[in-house]
C-alpha cells in the first residue's frame, strides 16, 4: 500500500449521514478524449444528525474542474480536495451543489465505475463505484431519485441507457445525440447505471397481473442476437414467479437488460437497466452447456428478484449485504426448485456450498453471514454472505414454514418500501409474522464457522422409545474463539423395518403427527424422545440439508444403504450415499498415506450398481448419486488436507468402478447415446448428464473403446454439454487424440469468446501432470486477454481453484505461479486478483511444507509497492492465520 496500511471499517462506528442527498440531476457527456459529468445535487443536513457539519463527498480517480454552491463558484480555498475526498467545510442547511468533473473510462481497467467493454461505455458502481463517476455521499441509506442526461456521438453510440424512463430524446451538433431518462423510485447510487453503445435489442412484453404491458428489452453486440432467447423466457418466467409466490409485480413499464463481455461478476441488479456478463445472457445449444443454460435462468432471476428484494428495500450500510443477497439467493434457489428437479437443485446448492463457502468458513477470510468488520467491501462479496446467508433464510422458511414466511415477507415489504435497512428489521418481521421469539436464531448473523451436530439414537425395545441426542457445537474462528449454540431446524424422519416412514409422536404428545418433523435445536446437548416405535428405526437426519452444518450420525453403512435405498426425503437419499462415499475415500486416503495396498468394498461397488441398474427411474437422480464425494469437499473433511492422496483416492476408487461395472456404464451410456432433439427441460437435463457421467467412467480407464465412444461423441453431438463433456475426458487422457481434439475445438469456436473460454477451461482443469506448464504456455495464446475476467478466471481461476492436485504439487510451483499472476493483474484489476487469493486464505487447513511455500507466496506478496486493498486484507489476513 502507498498510503500505508489500509484501514478497518467497522459495523459498530454507524452513524447515520451527516447529509442527505434527495435529487441528483447528471449530464454525462461521452467523448474520445474524456468524459466530462456535471452532477446537480439536492442536498441538506440530516435530521438525524444534530448540528451543522462539513459536508464530506466521497470521489476517486476524478479530475475536478468546477464548484458551485446554490449556483456560487467555489474558489480553491472554499473546499477541501484529497484523493478520496471533496470536503465543504460550511454549507447551508439546503441546498444545490453543482460538481464538474472529467474521467477517463477508457483507462478504467477495474471495470468499477465507468468504463468501456468492446467499446461500449458501461458502469458497475456496486458497491462503490458511483465514486469514481462523480463526487458523492457513496454510502447506500443515502436515497435519491435521479434524472441524467447522456451525450455522445451517434454513429458510434447509438444506444443510450439510463435508469427509469426515457423522457427525451434528440441530436445534437457534430453527429452528437442526448437521451434524457428520469427515474421515479429514490435509490442509493449503488445501484445507478448507464450506457452508451453500438447495440442490439431482441424485445418482448410482459403483462403484470394488474395489467401493467413492461417492455422487456435484451440489448447484445450485433451478432448475438440469436443467442438471447432462453434469458428471454427466463426474464418472463420469473416475473410470473414473483407474482404467484410473493405477490410481487414489477414497478416500471420497462426493464433493460445490457449484457457486455468485460464485467467482473455476474451480473448488476441496476434499477430497471440491469448489466450482465455475456456468460449470463447468450446461449444456443451449441453454444452453452446445460449448466450454463440453469447459470443463465437463476442469474437473470436473481438479477429480476432484487427489484423488490434489494432495490425497493435495500441495505443500510454494506454490513447488512446479505439482508439482500442471502435472501435473493434464497428466492432464485426456490425459483430454479419450481421450474426444474427440486430434488437435483437441492443437491447443487448443498455441493456448492461444502465446495465453496465451507472451505471458506474453515480459513483465515471466515466471516459472518454479517460482517462485523472489513478493509475493502468488495471482499465480502462471498460464499458466505451469499450462499449461507440463502441457508440462513431457507431455516427462517423452515421454522416458520412456507405460510408463516410469506406473511414476514409481506410485513417485511409493508414496513420497510422505500427504506435502508438491516438484517435486525428482516428478522423482526419474522419474529412478529410467526409470532416467535428469534433472540438466539440471530447468531446465525454474527458468529463465523460451520456448526457441527454429533447425533447418537438409542432404541429402547421394551419401552418402544428411540432416543436422539443431539450435541453442537461450533468451530473457533479469527477473532471468534469461543462459540454459543446456535437455534436451528433439524428436520427428523424415522423409516422402519420396511422401510417406509414411521408416523412420529414424541414423548408427552397425545397423538402421533405427522413422518417429519422440525426438531428446534437450542441448547449445546438435547435429547428427543420419540415413543410408540414399533422396531429398531433408521433416522433421517438433517432432511433437506434444513441447516448448513457438518453432522456426523452413529449410522453403520448397512443403515446408511438402507438410507439410499428407502429415504423419501430425495435429498437424504442422496446424502447416504455420500456419507458412505466420504467414509470410503477417507479410508482410502488413510490406506494411501500409510502406504497400505487400496480395496474398494464389495458393498460399495454393489450399491452403486443398484444405483446404476435402476438409473431408468429418475436418470437425473442418479447422475447424482452416482458421483463420489468431490476433492475439495473430502478436503474439508480431513484435519490436515492431503489434496495429493485425496486425489490418488477418488482416482483409484472410479478406476476401480469403472472396471467393475463396465458392462453397465457402456450400456447405460449407449441408452441415452442417440441424438434426441434438444431440450433444456429437468429430464433431458439429467438424461444427459448421466450420459456423461458414464462416459466419465468409462474414459477413467480410457480403453480404445471408450476413447472411440468419446471421440463420436465430441465429433457427433451439436449440444455443448457432449461436446465439451467428451473433450474434457480426452484433454485429460493420454489418449494421442487429444490434442486433435483440443486444436479442432479451437478452430471451429475462435470466434466464440465464451466458447473459446471453455475451451482455456478444459485444458486447466485436466489433471496431466503438464497442466502447470501448459497454462502458461495458453497466457500467451493470441485468444487470451489479460484483462478480461472471463478469460482469467477460466484459465487461472479455473488452475489455482478447480485442479487441486495440479495447484497444490509438491513443488510449490503452482503457488508461485499463482502470486505471479495475482501481482500482474492486481495494477490493472483488484478486485479480479483478489479473487484469485482464496486459496491462499485456506492456508492453515495445509500440511508444513505447504504452508510455508504458500507463506513465501503471501510475503511476497504484501512485500510489493502499491498493492491495492482488496489483495492487501486477503493476503494479510492469510498471513495471520
Ligand atoms: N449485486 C451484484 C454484485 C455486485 C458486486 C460488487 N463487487 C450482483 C448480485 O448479487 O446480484
Ligand atoms: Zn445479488
Redesign the pocket.
Same mark, same amino acid.
Not at 264 to 269: I, L, Q, T, V
Given at each position: 500500500m502507498d498510503k500505508g496500511t489500509p484501514k478497518a471499517i467497522h459495523l459498530t462506528a454507524y452513524r447515520p449521514s451527516t447529509h442527505l442527498i434527495d435529487t441528483v440531476d447528471l449530464h454525462v457527456d461521452l467523448r474520445e478524449e474524456a468524459t466530462t459529468v456535471r452532477a446537480r445535487l439536492g442536498i441538506r443536513q440530516n435530521p438525524a444528525r444534530a448540528g451543522a457539519e462539513p459536508l464530506v463527498l466521497d470521489g476517486q480517480r476524478l479530475e475536478l474542474v468546477s464548484v458551485t454552491v446554490d449556483g456560487v463558484p467555489l474558489g480553491p480555498d472554499g473546499y477541501i480536495l484529497s484523493p478520496d475526498h471533496l470536503t465543504l467545510p460550511d454549507t447551508p442547511d439546503t441546498f444545490v451543489l453543482e460538481t464538474v468533473v472529467r474521467t477517463r473510462p477508457q483507462d478504467n481497467m477495474a471495470l @468499477?465505475g465507468l468504463y468501456k467493454s468492446s467499446g461500449n461505455y458501461c458502469t458497475?458502481c456496486? /458497491?462503490e463505484?458511483f465514486r469514481k463517476i462523480t463526487y458523492f455521499i457513496d454510502r447506500p441509506d443515502v436515497m435519491a431519485r435521479y434524472t441524467t442526461v447522456i451525450e455522445a456521438e451517434k454513429a458510434r453510440y447509438p444506444v443510450l441507457l439510463s435508469n427509469g424512463n426515457l423522457v427525451g430524446s434528440g441530436d445534437a451538433a457534430d453527429g452528437r445525440h442526448w437521451a434524457k431518462w428520469e427515474d421515479p423510485f429514490p435509490k442509493p447510487c449503488y445501484l445507478f447505471a448507464l450506457v452508451a453503445g453500438d447495440l442490439r435489442a431482441v424485445e418482448d412484453r410482459f403483462r403484470t397481473r394488474s395489467g401493467r404491458d413492461v417492455a422487456l428489452r435484451i440489448y447484445v453486440e450485433p451478432g448475438n442476437e440469436d443467442k438471447c432467447d432462453h434469458a428471454m423466457r427466463s426474464l418472463k418466467k420469473s416475473m410470473a414467479w414473483d407474482e404467484e409466490v410473493y405477490g410481487l409485480e414489477y414497478d416500471l413499464d420497462i426493464f433493460n437488460i445490457v449484457a457486455v463481455s468485460d464485467f467482473? $461478476?455476474? /451480473? $448488476? @441488479?441496476n434499477k430497471s437497466l440491469n448489466v450482465f456478463n455475456t456468460k449470463y445472457i447468450l446461449a444456443r445449444p451449441e453454444t452453452a452447456t446445460d449448466g450454463d443454460f440453469l447459470g443463465i435462468e437463476a442469474?437473470v432471476a =436473481? @438479477?429480476y428478484f =432484487?427489484n423488490w428484494t434489494?432495490n425497493r428495500v435495500t441495505c443500510r450500510d454494506w454490513f447488512q449485504l446479505s439482508l439482500? @443477497?442471502g435472501l435473493?439467493?434464497f428466492r432464485d434457489q426456490q425459483f430454479s426448485a419450481d421450474m426444474n428437479s427440486a430434488a437435483v437443485k437441492r443437491i447443487q446448492d448443498v455441493q456448492g456450498l461444502r465446495t465453496v463457502q465451507f472451505p471458506e468458513d474453515s480459513g483465515a477470510m471466515a466471516h459472518p453471514v454479517r460482517p462485523e468488520s472489513y478493509v475493502e467491501?468488495?471482499n465480502f462479496?462471498t460464499p458466505t454472505v451469499?450462499n449461507k446467508g440463502a441457508e440462513v433464510i431457507r431455516m427462517y422458511h423452515t421454522l416458520l414454514g412456507a405460510e408463516g414466511f410469506r406473511r414476514g415477507m409481506d410485513l417485511y415489504f409493508q414496513r420497510h418500501d422505500g427504506q435502508a435497512v438491516t438484517c435486525d428489521d428482516f428478522a423482526a418481521a419474522m419474529a412478529d409474522a410467526g409470532g416467535v421469539d428469534l433472540t438466539q436464531f440471530k447468531l446465525w448473523y454474527s458468529q463465523a464457522g460451520t456448526p457441527e451436530l454429533r447425533v447418537t439414537g438409542e432404541y429402547d425395545e421394551a419401552a418402544r422409545t428411540y432416543r436422539l441426542t443431539v450435541r453442537q457445537t461450533v468451530p473457533p474462528t479469527p477473532g471468534q474463539p469461543d462459540k454459543m449454540p446456535m437455534h436451528m431446524p433439524l428436520v427428523t424422519g424415522l423409516l422402519g423395518p420396511d422401510g417406509k416412514d414411521l408416523p412420529l409422536r414424541l414423548a408427552g404428545e397425545a397423538a402421533p403427527g405427522g413422518t417429519s418433523r422440525v426438531l428446534e435445536l437450542r441448547a449445546a446437548e438435547q435429547r428427543f424422545e420419540f415413543v410408540d416405535v414399533p422396531a429398531r428405526p433408521v433416522p433421517s437426519l438433517l432432511r433437506g440439508f434444513s441447516a448448513p452444518v457438518k453432522l456426523t450420525a452413529d449410522l453403520t453403512d448397512a443403515d446408511l444403504t438402507f438410507l439410499t435405498a428407502n429415504d423419501s426425503d430425495p435429498f437424504n437419499r442422496w446424502e447416504a450415499g455420500q456419507v458412505l462415499g466420504v467414509r470410503i475415500l477417507l479410508g482410502l486416503v488413510a490406506d494411501i498415506q500409510s502406504g497400505r495396498p487400496l480395496a474398494l468394498p464389495d458393498g460399495f461397488v454393489g450399491a452403486m450398481g443398484a444405483v446404476l441398474g435402476d438409473a431408468g427411474h429418475d436418470p437425473a437422480f442418479a447422475a447424482q448419486a452416482l458421483v463420489l464425494p468431490g476433492e475439495s469437499y473430502l478436503g474439508t473433511q480431513m484435519a490436515v488436507i492431503d489434496p495429493i492422496a485425496i486425489h490418488e483416492a477418488r482416482e483409484f476408487a472410479r478406476r476401480t468402478l469403472a472396471e467393475r461395472l463396465r458392462d453397465r456404464w457402456l450400456a447405460t451410456h449407449r441408452a441415452h447415446a442417440g441424438n434426441e432433439p434438444f431440450s433444456v427441460d429437468a429430464a433431458a437435463i439429467g438424461r444427459r448428464s448421466l450420459k456423461n457421467l458414464c462416459l466419465a467412467y468409462l474414459m477413467a480407464r480410457p480403453d480404445p473403446e471408450a476413447v472411440g465412444l468419446a471421440i463420436g461423441q465430441f465429433h457427433g453431438s451439436r449440444a455443448m454439454t457432449d461436446v465439451i463433456a467428451a473433450l474434457q475426458l480426452l484433454a485429460g487422457s493420454d489418449a494421442p487424440e487429444r490434442e486433435d481434439a483440443l486444436a479442432a475445438f479451437y478452430d471451429r469456436w475462435k470466434d466464440d469468446r465464451l466458447v473459446v473460454d471453455k475451451w482455456f477451461n478444459v485444458q486447466a482443469t485436466s489433471h496431466r501432470p503438464d497442466t502447470l506448464d501448459r497454462v502458461r504456455a495458453l497466457l500467451d495464446h493470441p485468444a487470451f486477454e489479460i484483462r478480461n475476467p472471463n478469460k482469467v478466471y477460466s484459465l487461472i481461476g479455473a488452475f489455482a481453484g478447480g485442479n487441486p492436485v495440479r495447484f497444490h504439487a509438491t513443488d510449490g510451483a503452482g503457488y508461485a505461479f499463482l502470486a505471479d499472476q495475482v501481482l500482474r493483474i492486481d495494477p490493472m484489476n483488484p478486485?479480479v486478483a483478489s479473487r484469485l487469493m482464496g486459496q491462499f486464505s485456506r492456508i492453515r487447513r495445509y500440511d508444513a511444507t505447504r504452508q510455508a511455500q504458500m507463506r513465501t507466496q503471501l510475503e511476497r506478496i504484501v512485500a510489493t509497492p502499491a498493492l491495492s486493498p482488496d489483495v492487501f486484507e486477503v493476503a494479510s489476513k492469510s498471513l495471520e492465520a
Open positions: @468499477e458497475q456496486e /458497491a463505484g467482473n $461478476m455476474g /451480473a $448488476m @441488479e442469474v =436473481h @438479477e =432484487h434489494g439482500k @443477497e435473493t439467493v467491501i468488495n462479496y451469499y478486485q
